[in-house]
Structure formats: C-alpha cells, structure tokens
C-alpha cells in the first residue's frame, strides 16, 4: 500500500494527475534558490530555453552567464565563479554536459573540490525524437565515479525544484540529471526530500520482492505496485532520488525485508544506479538483483511513450519482471 | 612606473635562485619537467616578487590578485617560486613528486594553500581566469587575475572557447601570458601543429597583444602595468622564452621538456647557471 509518510500526491493514480517535465524544476529550482543567496548564478550554453535557465535569466539578468556552444568552457568558468565566491549552476544537455566536458568536470570541479552544480538535462530515451545523439544513457555512471561528486535524479518536478534548492547550500560538487518529457508529479510538498536519503512510497511488511527506482521511472514503479496488488502479490518501492551517496541504511533495511531486489533506471544498467544497488548488497546482504534499463544499446527516434515501451521501461515491465 | 636598476637586479637574483631551486627538486624527485620551469623562472620572479597582490603568510586573503598556472606541468618554478617567496620552507621543495607531499606532480589547489587551482590537463586554465574575472565584476571587485599558460596548449579548443568568452565580456580585468618557447613534446610547435600567427588570433577575438622577451624582467612588467591600463579588453602578453634558459647545455632543446637532470648533469647545470653562460636571449626577442 501507499506510504503514508511520502504524502504522495491525492490523485496518484487519476488520469489527469498534474504532469511537468523534471526541468521545470531546475527553472523554479534556480530562481528559489537566487532569491535567497545573491551568489547564486547560472550558466547554460545557448540552450536557456530548453533547459528553463531563462526562467533564472528573467528574474536575475545581471547574474545569468550566456556560454553559447561551448560546454567545455560552461564546466570551467563555473569553476573559476565558484573559486570566487559563486555558487554557479552549469547547465546543457546531459549528452554534452557531462559527456563532452567530463575531463573538465574530473579536474577542475571534483579534484579541484569546488562547489559546482553540474545539471544535465535531456537525459534517457524519454527525449524521444532528437535521437541517440542526444539520448545520454551514461551520466549516471560518469558522475558517479568522481570522488566527492554528489549525484541526484529527482523523480517528478517538484522534487526536482528541492534537489535543486538543496544543492545551492551543501557542499562541494553536485550532478542533477533532468527529463525534457512531462511525467507525473507524484509528491507533494509534505514529501520528504534530503540529499543522500531515500524515500519509500510503497511498501508491505513482506513484500516478494524489492523495487528501488529512481528518476522519472518511479512513478512506473507505483503503477506496477497497485497492479500487483490488484492481483494478490505484494510489493515495495524505495524511491531512490540520491544515488550517491546511496543510502545504504535504507537499502540494505528494505534488502532484508524483501530478499529479492529490481532496480529501475533510465540509464544504461552497467555501471549506473542499479549497479550502485548491487554493489551495495553484494558486499553487505547479498541478494539477488535484477537490473532493469537500457541493455548495452543506444537510444533512437521515437515518441517518448513509445521508446519506453521498446527499451521496456514501463509499469508493464516492472510487473512482467517481478512476476518471473 | 619603471622599476630601478637595484630593484631590476634583485629580480635578477630572484630568478638565478629559483633557478637552481628547479635543479635540486629536480633531481630529488627523479621525474618532472626541466625546460619549461627554467625558462619561465624570470616571469615568475617578476610576478610573486613585484607585480601580484598577495600576501605569502595569509594565502586566503580576499583582496589578493589570482595567479593561474593553466600548463600544471611547469609547476616545480611556481613551487620554487612560492617558497623563496614565504608561502612554505625552502627545504620542502625537495619533497616535490614524493607520497605524502603538498608538492604534487601536477599542482592541487586542495593541498597547498596559495594554489588557485588544480591543473595539469592542459587548456582550462583560461576559462576558469575568465570565470574569477567575470565574477570580481560582477561584484564591482578590483583583484586582477593572470592565467599563465604554454604555447602548446593553444591547440586545445577548450583554449578558444575561453579566448571567446573573455573577448565578448571585456574582461579587462583578465591578463593572460602565454610563454612562447617554441617547444612541445613531440617536437617544435611549428612542426607539430602550426600557432601562428597567435597575436594576430587573439587580436580577431578582442584582445590586446603584446610581444616582450620572457627574460627581460624590466619590460615584462612594463607590459602587465600597460594591460592594468588597456579598458574594454582582456591583454595576452606573449613572452617569448628559451626552454632550458640559464644551462646553455639544454637551452632550445625539446628532448628537455619531460625529463629531469640526473645527480651529475645537475652539478653541471648549476655551474652553468652560475657562470651566467645562458645564451643572449635578444635574437629570438
């Protein structure tokens, strides 16, 4: 059943649940967050439309940073603002940022420890028709691997707007991955939200098996959950909007409960959030894992709904997979 | 304001000291650069000794000038440098490149206090002079920042990213200075993948160029003063250096670029050194 302390939306399930792309919050996210430090800037590379950077850039002119196409210079002039007092979100797509600047982000932002937000928008299939180019599949796990890089993949926007808020103020460097799609807003503001904490939305005292989910993919996993409750087979689903540092209380708590564990992400499933899971299992309470996401493929042109369905990321699957 | 003779000569003296600091940490670590720290020895005598704002004993200090070292291999003179300076003893330069030291082989801001970045991986340092640079002006701040990098490096693109960025935003209060030694590591630069002609590059991009001999410490910084006076535009001082300057053994010679002088070639070197022997650097001036 639905969690009661992650006061989840009234109308979860209703067909006209209120829908927002993730990158919405990063507009509202940004303009909260500057309202509240003056340090706060932001930096996009000739895509503040799309990435909602403009929504900061109304509000602040004078401290909103036009980068045009140039994202290896977006990463390090962030670093050198944040050497001198700023607090600079840098955002592109994910595909070019972190995925063309990613030595820059090693550099001069994690080895360098500065206090950069990194925020890479338009990632996973759900892009839809921009193609693989464009779909980054891997950030997850580039970003992941950076000592002292801290990692989020908020799950609808208004968590994305706290991820966002919360990012301004703690310490050192952070990646925020975005969704350009409307998916459904599933929270409220009365759900929790705490960097390196994860929030259960379903659970039952032995649910057959464990689903940890993070991003957009989340709300699948809820819709999977009622149907199988519909049918007699009992769930949990920890929703997993930090996936570094993971939090492993959480994990390994719902690990023991459950015995058996699916992972859910719209990324590829080496090396990305589902491996953080199975790396932490595997060394504390092993149990089985199976990693749902992209296998090994790259993306390609479709309508979002549909790409979901060919890459088997939907309610379906996550069903089809805890049934087998 | 033109410095006197004594304060040129101390400068001088400066330089001839950091050099033979290089040498030792040099052949203490085993491994390292040998060409470029010595060449850009009186630049960096000139910069901690006259031109910065800074103070050795209060590293973190708010008002100081940034001084970016982009090319992190050359960092054994900015070690040296730091150290004659009062940033940290003398004697921990010979720590440099070994498990446990602040004097890493690649510079890290993280570790060393007086450091303004991390580099090594060449072609970034612009860019985050261009950031501090933007950012001082926002906030109506007087600090200057100075990025020094190689002249190899401008076959990064990340470089002309930077040289884009600072040129469209005016960034006056921005001088970078590039040390033309004519040298990489597979070869000349010319040959290797053809610079020229980098002033008139920059100049196409809004800046302001000026050319001065990297050894000639008097119009090096006759050359900063002028770029605290140029408005409206970032400077780029090209200061065209001998690799290798102070041992005439190794002067102009690429092989030197990546290696360190063993225990004997050191003693000779030193010896070079002090007997003045470096070659006259005007013909390449």
Redesign the interface.
Known sequence: MIQPTAHLADNLFAKDIEKKPTRDGFGTGTVAAGKKDKNVVVLCADLKESTRAEWFEKEFPDRFVEIGVAEQNLATVGSGMAAVGKVPFVASYAAFSPGRNYEQIRTTIALNQQHVIVCGMHAGVSVGPDGATHQMLEDIGLMRMLPGMTVLVPGDALEAHKAVVAAATHNGPVYIRFGRTASPVFSTEETPFEIGKAVLLWDHAKPRVAIMSTGTLSYQALLAAKALAAEGTEVSVLHVPTVKPLDTEAVLALAKRAGRIITVEEHQTMGGFGSAIAECVSEHYPVPVHRMGVQDLFGQSGDPDELMQHYGLSATHIVEAVRS | MSRTDTELALLDTKAAAIRETILDMLVAAGSGHTAGPLGMADIFAAFYFDVLVHDPKNPEWEERD?LLLSNGHIVPVQYATMAHSGYFPVEECLTLRKFGSRLQGHP???RLPGL??????L??GL??????????R??GKK?RVYCLMSDGEQQE??IW??V??AGKNRLSNLTAVMDRNNIQIDGMTEDVMPLESLAAKYEAFNWHVLEVNGHNISEFIDAVETAKAVYEKPTLIIAHTIPGKGVPEIEFDYKWHGKPPSKEEAKRFIQQLRSGAGRVPNEYA
Do not use: H
């Open positions: 940034r890290e801001r993280d303004e970045t991390t580099s090594g991986p072609g970034s860019s985050q002079a261009s950031g501090m640079a933007y950012a001082f926002m906030d600090n693109g990340n990213e930077a884009m960025f």
